[in-house]
């Protein structure tokens, strides 16, 4: 056993058999020291993340055996794998459970054994630096003490692939901590970060790695403990009390996750008002759930947006070449991806001629930092490799360099003509650009063959997604550096072609552009946005378009007008005069086709139903750009563009992604109802020849 995290082991002397080494059956490690005390490490083979299998569930159950069979002074579990406890399920394995049957079966196999872990007659602790998730999470609960390393969180983000917890959380978290809070953690999929987990009282004790084995000893004989028991727990004992927090519960949860289309947290509800005194009868009622939850079309469409997102994972994983990062551009989107290459670990250089703004720009990376839960340590050392450079030295030993200045081709090539003589022949210019040509940018440019863009998405800190462009002259070896960069600041990379919008603008501009002429046909803006958000968007179009900037989304719409064939609607003059002689831009200014109040848009009540003409008009024209995209060569595979408009503006998971729902939906269906929009409302809706391929 070796590491950083077990090199605590490597200096206790343990009694572990004839061969005075410890042994390793499949994912686990296991010894017996010389207090008596087993030691079982999880190391699931070939990867570098701990998933909860059946391989591992069995492993432990054959642990378990010899446990019982002479019982040791205590058992601790932790992980081998540095980066974490484990990371919840093998998702693979929910493509083999589809049948409730199957599921159901392979669940109470997989109960039995976390019982059995429970009901051992010796002392057991879990250790856990990290993440535990998941059904990482559910098998530190069945252990009596938790203790935590520093950095450690705990979650249960199953509600993202359309179930709840399966292995036991729905009913040994309540009894943990306070009810109310577990269930919040259950239904919001919500991670607790170390501070909140010792709050709630989900862990035990909270300790360095170096004195680790010191709170293992302590928890092992007794010294260690923690009352369990609450107002709140004694109080949801009795089903009056948890029949009233449901009905607050369920109310909360429609308006985040409706159940029409999120099924899980509302599955979720029922069972705790129902079961939440009966430990059995809850346990029998989570493995029931779950099976028939994991066959439902929600589950299976987030489970398939899993893996979507590992596969843009994937795309991105290769040998990062780039250490020093300068970006030019100290504005909201230039300071942000300033922040985040720093706190990933790269060196950047920040230049911008405004000194006032560069002290922003730092002020909000410490924002950012604290945002994503960085020690006071990660912090200061991700505020040392960011560098205000008024003077643009960094130009000269970056090995990337970000534009990341106003959606002016003039004022860009002015950038460029300063940039490119002092950067390193070696060097990679990238354009931050939402909309510009990149073939029309390069043609300034000396080296047009190290340039391609960078698309990050606002907020940079939240939005998954980066759409890596390349134009005809490109290097291959350029956007392979790009991509990998991308993977290595934890983002999800897209390969994409230079191309009007490139994928996901040239997408949801239609979408935005829609909204706009519903408002001028004298639809009310709740109920425009009322119809996108019942279809599963998370923001409706006239509310995203304040949130984008009404500025921005004037200047996108105008540059994809005069480039594409495809005919939009006209922004309408009051709207140009609203943003451009009354500043009147959005969210941004307090106000835009909203009044905004705290960061919040002022609505008015809208229709309780969505109309379904509506909902068309706005979501079908952004599944004919997309198809048009596929034929286009915009991006490679219909799975690509799915997962670009899933991480990038929302489209509904739950569907699967925009090309997915059509087929669900009948591509026949979409391309009738394509037509008979554009005999009612114009060519705009006319379906996009690729429709004919499109299977």
């Not at 159950?61 to 010899?66: E, R, S």
């Not at 004790?205 to 000893?217: D, F, L, S």
């Not at 439902?296 to 994983?317: D, H, M, P, Y």
């Not at 048009?628 to 915009?634: H, S």
Request: proline share 5%; hydrophobic share 40%; net charge negative.
């Amino acid at each position: 056993m070796t590491g950083p995290v077990l090199k605590h082991l490597s200096e206790v002397k343990l009694e572990l058999g004839p061969a005075g080494d410890a042994t390793a059956e499949g994912p686990w490690r296991h010894a017996r020291d010389a207090q008596n005390v087993v030691w079982m490490v999880l190391d699931v083979p070939g990867n570098g993340t701990n998933t909860i299998s059946r391989e591992v569930l069995e492993g432990m159950d054959a642990q378990l055996d010899k446990i019982e069979a002479d019982p040791p002074h205590g058992v601790v579990i932790r992980s081998a794998k540095p980066g974490g406890f484990a990371a919840g399920a093998d998702i693979s394995a929910f493509r083999d459970m589809v049948e409730p049957d199957v599921a159901r079966s392979l669940l109470e196999r997989g109960h039995a054994v976390l019982d059995r872990l429970e009901a051992l007659d010796c002392p057991t602790v879990c250790v856990v630096h990290g993440h535990a998730l998941g059904g990482g999470f559910e098998l530190a609960l069945a252990c009596d003490r938790i203790i935590a390393v520093e950095g450690a969180s705990f979650g249960f983000p199953e509600v993202r692939l359309g179930l709840h917890p399966g292995l036991g959380g729905t009913f040994r978290l309540p009894a943990r901590i306070d009810p109310l809070e577990a269930m919040t953690l259950m239904l919001t999929g919500k991670t607790a970060h170390l501070a909140k987990a010792e709050g709630l009282g989900i862990v035990d004790a909270v300790t360095e790695e170096r004195h680790v084995e010191a709170a293992i000893r302590a928890a092992i004989d007794g010294e260690i403990g923690t009352t369990r028991s609450s107002l709140s727990s004694r109080a949801m004992a009795l089903s009056t009390a948890r029949s009233f927090a449901a009905r607050r519960m369920r109310q909360k949860t429609e308006e985040a996750a409706p159940q029409q289309h999120y099924p899980a947290p509302h599955a979720l509800i029922d069972l705790w008002e129902a079961h939440g005194d009966d430990a059995k009868q809850m346990q029998a009622g989570e493995i029931s759930s779950f099976a028939k939850l994991l066959a439902s079309e929600t589950s299976q469409n987030l489970v398939r947006v899993f893996f979507l997102q590992q596969e843009l994972k994937q795309a991105g994983r290769g040998e990062d070449s780039i250490g020093h990062v300068h970006v030019v551009g100290a504005g909201a989107m230039g300071a942000e991806i300033a922040a985040w290459c720093a706190m990933k670990g790269k060196t950047v250089s920040l230049a911008d001629p405004d000194t006032e703004a560069l002290g922003k720009a730092v002020k909000s990376a410490a924002r950012i930092c604290k945002d994503q839960h960085l020690n006071a340590l990660q912090t200061r050392n991700s505020l040392d490799r960011l560098i205000p450079d008024p003077a643009q030295y960094g130009v000269a030993t970056a090995d990337l360099v970000i534009e990341a200045g106003p959606e002016d081709a003039d004022v860009k090539a002015r950038i460029y003509a300063e940039l490119e003589p002092r950067m390193k022949p070696t060097a990679t210019l990238a354009t931050n650009t939402s909309s510009l040509s990149l073939a029309d940018l390069a043609r300034t440019l000396k080296r047009p063959s190290r340039f391609a863009g960078l698309h990050f998405f606002n907020p940079v800190a939240k939005m998954q997604l980066i759409e890596v462009v390349s134009h005809a002259d490109t290097f291959q070896t350029v956007t392979d550096q790009l991509m990998a960069f991308c993977g290595a600041i934890d983002r999800l990379p897209a390969r994409v072609a230079d191309y009007p919008g490139f994928l996901v603008n040239r997408a949801l501009t239609p979408y935005l552009l829609e909204a706009i002429q519903l408002l001028e046909e004298g639809q009310q803006k709740e109920a425009i946005d009322r119809a996108a958000e019942s279809f599963g968007m998370p923001v409706g179009p006239v509310e995203l378009a304040d949130q984008v900037g009404l500025d921005i989304c004037i200047d996108v719409a105008d540059s994809l007008r005069a480039n594409l064939d495809t005919p939009m609607p006209d922004i309408p003059d009051w709207l140009r005069e609203q943003v451009k002689e009354k500043g009147e831009t959005g969210k941004k200014s307090g106000k835009g086709l909203y009044v905004w109040k705290d960061g919040v848009a002022q609505k008015d009540s809208a229709p309780a139903k969505p109309d379904d003409d509506l909902t068309d008009r706005l979501i079908l024209p952004m599944l004919n750009a997309c198809v048009e995209c596929l034929r286009k060569d915009v991006a490679g595979t219909a799975d690509q563009i799915d997962a670009a408009m899933i991480f990038a503006t929302g489209f509904a998971p739950f569907r699967g992604g925009p090309l997915h729902y059509a087929r669900t939906r009948g591509i026949d269906d979409v391309r009738h109802r394509l037509l008979d929009l554009a005999k009612d409302h114009g060519d705009r809706f006319r379906p996009d020849a690729g429709w004919q391929d499109f299977h």
